[in-house]
């Protein structure tokens, strides 16, 4: 039987911890954002999968339910897990070892292994070879990463997590099953075999590893023998290093600080061209990108553009000067521009988005243009109705600009209780009509605290009312006194066979939609 070979494995404790503080610093603004020194804790399926270290000097740890851990830590910022979330950042650091040694394996988010033959004889060492690529990751904002050397995957993992303080650990060649020895058959990653093995009084891993393999096969099957084997430091997998994916991405520095859009756009067409002509040359399509525009006031701008089919050069340009507009709720770039990056946030394959010989003719060339009404108004120029969720019959339409792919901010397939239920008006008003509802006596109609209305409807606007229905009351969000609605609805209908949908809100009466 062949010895394992050696393997270096770089751990990065509370990966799920870091992944979700760099992302945020890219994703959010900075009032949204954790603070790195806040007690923080991810959590799936109501369990704590991983947690900060002020979290855990607080109480917190893996395992807990969510009500336990926040009893531990009143102030515990939550956070749900993500494991896209936690591959995407830590490609960052599988960038980082490969320039240093090429041919890493991800084993996990924030786990990695490498051979320890060629990075060893290129640093004259294990421990300088470890070291080494420590140092790469510090410098790249990975301060805790933890390396083990060892023989085999799973014996360099367990040094990695026992490295503590001196980030190291190297088990010497041969010296597996010692070192395996004292760890608890947790350290297996099976739950229910660590607590089978625990009732037969098995408690650590070389306990188990002196148990007759035979024996181990015929009760725990061909997975039992597997971790058999690893507890006895007999691990047969080699590392199978990662095939880097091709850099899309496309950057381009000025010299010279750009402050108009149209220069910002015109100097940027080179690099959409190179960023199209690098995406066809993977076979790849972009129907996302994702564009970072920074100033040199050092401001960042960086958005997600959505494309219903893909992005050519052209229409990435459009989406660098639209960026640099002004649009509601945003705020602008108040420096020159100095960084443009270009980034695919969604690709698809280029064979998919061939054009067809027949059928797609006058989509296309309303494609074309909405857009070129686009490039000489504006994003928001064109825009087109999507369907949305909401309570209130004018949030069910939302207007988004021509070509975005992204939907509505509420989903429409929410149960929404308190909406309006089939038939819905025949026409509803996105402005609010003002009205008034009053009674026989010409008082104003009204509802009281308990949910009645202080008169009959008989006029609405002057008009005969000859039947009417409700109130029905709507709540929204009273948690939030900013955007906190109480409103009441009413079906009118007047003597000319017109009927209204009516609502009461505020004191204030208006019309939602016309059924007739």
Same mark, same amino acid.
């Given at each position: 039987?062949?010895?394992?070979?050696?393997?270096?494995?770089v751990?990065?404790?509370?990966?799920?911890?870091?992944?979700?503080l760099?992302?945020?610093?890219?994703?959010?603004?900075?009032?949204?954002?954790?603070?790195p020194?806040e007690?923080?804790?991810?959590?799936?399926?109501?369990?704590v999968?991983?947690?900060?270290?002020?979290?855990?000097?607080?109480?917190?740890?893996?395992?807990?339910?969510?009500?336990?851990?926040?009893?531990?830590c009143?102030?515990?910022r939550?956070?749900?897990?993500?494991?896209?979330?936690?591959?995407?950042?830590?490609?960052?650091?599988?960038?980082?070892?490969?320039?240093l040694a090429?041919?890493a394996?991800?084993?996990?988010?924030?786990?990695?292994?490498?051979?320890?033959?060629?990075?060893?004889r290129f640093?004259?060492?294990?421990?300088?070879?470890?070291?080494?690529?420590?140092?790469?990751?510090?410098?790249?904002?990975?301060?805790?990463?933890?390396?083990?050397?060892?023989?085999?995957?799973?014996?360099?993992?367990?040094?990695?997590?026992?490295?503590?303080?001196?980030?190291?650990?190297?088990?010497?060649?041969?010296?597996?099953?010692?070192?395996?020895?004292?760890?608890?058959?947790?350290?297996?990653?099976?739950?229910?075999?660590?607590?089978?093995?625990?009732?037969?009084?098995?408690r650590?891993?070389?306990?188990?590893?002196?148990? *007759?393999?035979?024996?181990?096969?015929?009760?725990?099957?061909?997975r039992?023998?597997?971790?058999?084997a690893?507890?006895?430091?007999?691990?047969?997998?080699?590392?199978?290093?990662?095939?880097?994916?091709?850099?899309?991405?496309?950057?381009?520095?000025?010299?010279?600080?750009?402050e108009?859009?149209?220069?910002? *756009?015109?100097?940027?067409?080179?690099?959409a061209?190179?960023?199209?002509?690098?995406?066809?040359?993977?076979g790849?399509?972009?129907?996302?990108?994702?564009?970072?525009?920074?100033?040199?006031?050092?401001e960042?701008?960086?958005?997600?553009?959505?494309?219903?089919?893909?992005?050519?050069?052209?229409?990435?340009?459009?989406?660098?000067?639209?960026?640099?507009?002004?649009?509601?709720?945003?705020?602008a770039?108040?420096?020159?521009?100095?960084?443009?990056?270009?980034?695919?946030? *969604?690709?698809?394959?280029?064979?998919?988005?061939?054009?067809?010989?027949?059928?797609?003719?006058?989509?296309?060339?309303?494609?074309?243009a909405?857009?070129?009404?686009q490039?000489?108004l504006?994003?928001r120029?064109?825009?087109?109705?999507?369907?949305?969720?909401?309570?209130?019959?004018?949030?069910?339409?939302?207007?988004?600009?021509?070509?975005?792919?992204?939907?509505?901010?509420?989903?429409?397939?929410?149960?929404?209780?308190?909406s309006?239920?089939?038939?819905?008006?025949?026409?509803?008003?996105?402005?609010?009509?003002?009205?008034?509802?009053?009674?026989?006596?010409?008082e104003?109609?009204?509802?009281?605290?308990?949910?009645?209305?202080?008169?009959?409807?008989?006029?609405?606007?002057?008009?005969?009312?000859?039947?009417?229905s409700g109130?029905?009351?709507?709540?929204?969000?009273?948690?939030?006194?900013?955007?906190?609605?109480?409103?009441?609805?009413?079906?009118?209908?007047?003597?000319?066979?017109?009927?209204?949908?009516?609502?009461?809100?505020?004191g *204030?009466?208006w019309?939602?939609?016309?059924?007739?």
């Open positions: 039987m062949t010895a394992p070979e050696r393997v270096i494995v751990w990065l404790p509370d990966w799920p911890i870091t992944a979700l760099r992302t945020q610093a890219r994703e959010l603004a900075t009032s949204e954002r954790i603070a020194e007690p923080i804790a991810v959590m799936h399926d109501g369990a999968v991983a947690c900060s270290p002020s979290a855990r000097a607080e109480g917190v740890r893996r395992g807990m339910k969510k009500r336990d851990a926040q009893a531990a009143a102030r515990l939550l956070a749900t897990a993500d494991e896209a979330r936690d591959s995407r950042a830590f490609h960052d650091a599988l960038v980082r070892l490969e320039e090429p041919g394996e991800p084993l996990r988010p924030g786990v990695a292994a490498l051979r320890a033959r060629g990075p060893a640093y004259r060492g294990e421990r300088p070879a470890a070291s080494a690529l420590l140092a790469a990751l510090a410098q790249a904002g990975f301060a805790d990463a933890r390396a083990g050397v060892a023989d085999g995957l799973f014996t360099a993992e367990q040094a990695a997590r026992a490295a503590g303080e001196e980030r190291i650990r190297i088990v010497a060649p041969g010296e597996a099953a010692a070192f395996l020895a004292p760890l608890s058959v947790g350290a297996l990653g099976d739950p229910d075999l660590a607590l089978l093995l625990a009732r037969l009084g098995v650590t891993l070389g306990e188990f590893a002196r148990l *007759a393999p035979g024996r181990v096969d015929d009760r725990l099957g061909s039992g023998a597997r971790l058999h690893l507890a006895a430091g007999s691990d047969s997998r080699t590392v199978t290093p990662r095939v880097p994916p091709p850099e899309l991405a496309r950057e381009l520095d000025l010299d010279a600080p750009l108009l859009a149209e220069q910002v *756009a015109f100097a940027v067409r080179q690099t061209d190179a960023f199209c002509d690098g995406l066809a040359g993977a790849l399509v972009c129907t996302a990108v994702r564009i970072l525009i920074v100033s040199d006031a050092a960042r701008s960086e958005r997600v553009w959505q494309h219903p089919t893909s992005f050519d050069a052209a229409s990435v340009t459009d989406r660098v000067r639209w960026q640099l507009q002004p649009s509601p709720g945003a705020a770039l108040t420096g020159g521009v100095v960084h443009v990056r270009i980034e695919p946030e *969604a690709v698809d394959d280029a064979g998919a988005h061939q054009p067809a010989l027949l059928g797609q003719g006058p989509d296309e060339r309303a494609h074309h909405m857009t070129r009404v490039s000489a504006g994003h120029a064109v825009l087109t109705p999507s369907p949305g969720g909401g309570r209130f019959l004018a949030e069910r339409e939302v207007r988004v600009p021509w070509g975005d792919g992204s939907g509505p901010p509420a989903r429409r397939d929410l149960p929404w209780p308190g309006l239920p089939a038939p819905l008006p025949a026409e509803v008003f996105r402005e609010a009509r003002p009205a008034q509802v009053r009674a026989a006596s010409g104003p109609v009204g509802v009281d605290g308990r949910g009645f209305v202080t008169a009959d409807p008989a006029t609405l606007d002057r008009r005969a009312i000859t039947s009417w109130p029905w009351p709507l709540v929204e969000r009273t948690w939030d006194p900013a955007r906190a609605r109480s409103a009441h609805r009413f079906q009118l209908a007047l003597e000319d066979g017109s009927a209204w949908l009516a609502v009461l809100e505020d *204030a009466w019309l939602e939609g016309r059924y007739a």
